[in-house]
């Protein structure tokens, strides 16, 4: 039952924000460095942004640099990832996951995959 925990998800108009919530289930998040992920219809699964265990380190992909912004609540046991800007082609579920390989942008270095939580973006 290792894995993480994504909530947050819902329908929103373009150009506004979400902020998705990852929980750790069954490990210590603050021992990992965190990723998100999103898989949408038709498309590959791609990494959104990642964190190191401490935070001083994020990255982000190039189609959300900007409008994007990951952070973490160690004391919370949480990481964030706040989505503004939101455009029709940011719909995916989306979905965190844990490495012990720090702040990589590469999904075969993760484990602890949660179930995913549905971002769609439309009028």
């Known amino acids: 039952q290792l894995q993480s925990v994504e909530s947050g998800g819902g329908l929103v108009q373009p150009g506004g924000s979400l902020r998705l919530s990852c929980a750790a289930s069954?490990?210590?998040?603050?021992?990992?460095?965190i990723g998100w992920f999103r898989h949408a219809p038709g498309k590959q699964r791609e990494a959104v942004s990642c964190i190191s265990t401490s935070g001083d380190r994020t990255n982000y992909g190039d189609s959300v640099k900007g409008r994007f912004t990951i952070s973490r609540d160690n004391a919370k046991n949480t990481v964030y990832l706040q989505m503004n800007s939101l455009k029709p082609e940011d719909t995916a579920v989306y979905y965190c996951?844990?490495?012990?390989?720090?702040?990589?942008?590469?999904?075969?270095?993760?484990?602890?995959w949660g179930q995913g939580t549905q971002v769609t973006v439309s009028s």
């Open positions: 069954g490990f210590t998040l603050d021992h990992h460095a």
């Open positions: 996951a844990a490495s012990s390989f720090g702040a990589t942008m590469s999904r075969f270095l993760y484990a602890y």
